[in-house]
Structure formats: C-alpha cells, structure tokens
C-alpha cells in the first residue's frame, strides 16, 4: 500500500532558515522607529542583555523584557501597522530563495507544513500565512486582549528543548514517530533536529556545522 503523502511533513525553523534575518529585531525596529520615545528604555535593555550574557537571567526573560518595553502598552490599531509592516519587509527583503524553493516543492508534494519557532505569533502567524504555512508552533503573545496591548508573553518562550516540547503538543504524539523533515540553522534546534527523521542543517552555525557532519545530516545553503 502506498504511503499517504500527509503522513510526511516538513518542519521549518523561521530566523536565519527561511529568512536571512533575526525578525524578532525587524519587528522592534518598526516600531521603534514610530515611537521614538520608546529609546528611553534602551539603557535598561542594554542591562537586561547583560544579566543575560552572565547567565543571570533566561533567554525568555530577555525577550520578555524588550517585548514589553519595546511594544507594551500600545494601541492594538496601532501595533497592527506596525506588524503589517514587518511581515512585509520579511517578505520583500529577508526571505531566502533556497526556502521559498523548498517550502513549494513540499507543498507540491502535498506534505504536512509547520513552521515551529521562538519569534511571535504576532507577525509569524500573518506571515506563515504568505508562505502557505497553514500550522504554527511558535511563543504565544497576549494578542488577543482588547483595545492595548500589554506586551506579555502568554507562553513558554518556544526555544531549545521548549520547542520540541511544544511541536510534540501540537502534533499529539512524538516527532520521531512522523516521517518529518527539520529544517533548522541553529544548535538551539539539536532537541527536534535529532528527533527528526531526515534532519538538514541550514546556513547553520559552526556549533551545528560540527554536529551535523559528525551525524551524517544533510547541509544546505539557501543563503542569498
């Protein structure tokens, strides 16, 4: 019998795999640009990294702290121009041909898409949208509450382990019993990359270069 394509799937990790850029910066810097006042609270920032270099601090609490600082307390109206605006520029300026190539050839092939990241749901949910991606897994935001937005982080940051665990929620079961492909450039990403079938390393980094020629995984390069 021949195997259902949607029992295939394909897992994309979103900075630095399917574009060229951190979008989490791109998405504080359109709003920074529109609220100058908000540059007020760069020093504390400035601070909060470095507790967090020193390993004082998690890396979810860091991007709590410039979510709120940066984006809390606006306007929802307002904070929409502002996503517009950034799933925009991913789209116009920062996404690898090598990705967009791929994502269509899965979907060609009528395969399962989920794109599982740390960024927010603010801007990767509009923007998975553009790419085709129908399932997101990524950090959960206080969106939904009315009128202004508070900045909060509704869910674990979707990182590291985190990640596999809540892709394994999402899916209902576990990712090593899928016929999946991961696509990922970073280390942080080791947990679903070694659980995954047909794992690639993408533009990675040194640490997961390493990594992947130890394990025998696929290298890709969709940098432009």
Not at 198 to 203: H, M
Not at 207 to 222: E, S
Request: hydrophobic residues 45%; proline residues 5%; contains cysteine.
């Amino acid at each position: 019998m021949l195997e259902n394509q949607q029992d295939h799937m394909a897992v994309f990790d979103l900075d630095k795999t399917i574009t060229s850029c951190d979008t989490f910066r791109i998405f504080l810097r359109h709003v920074l640009l529109r609220r100058p006042g908000r540059w007020g609270r760069v020093p504390w920032l400035l601070w909060a990294t470095l507790m967090y270099k020193a390993g004082w601090r998690s890396n979810s609490w860091l991007k709590g702290q410039f979510f709120r600082h940066v984006a809390g307390h606006l306007p929802r109206a307002t904070l929409q121009r502002r996503i517009d605006a950034t799933v925009a520029e991913l789209i116009r300026v920062w996404l690898k041909p090598g990705a967009v190539a791929k994502l269509t050839q899965h979907r060609n092939a009528a395969h399962r898409l989920i794109l599982a990241t740390a960024s927010l749901d603010l801007y990767v949910i509009p923007l998975a949208e553009q790419l085709g991606i129908q399932e997101v897994v990524c950090t959960r935001t206080d969106w939904n509450s009315p009128d202004i937005f508070t900045g909060m982080l509704t869910s674990p940051n979707c990182y590291g382990p985190a990640k596999l665990v809540a892709l394994e929620h999402h899916l209902g079961k576990q990712l090593a019993t899928c016929q999946a492909a991961v696509y990922s450039d970073h280390q942080a990403d080791l947990s679903i990359l070694m659980a995954a079938k047909d794992p690639v390393a993408v533009d990675p980094t040194p640490a997961l270069q390493k990594m992947a020629l130890a394990q025998g995984w696929t290298i890709v390069h969709w940098q432009k």
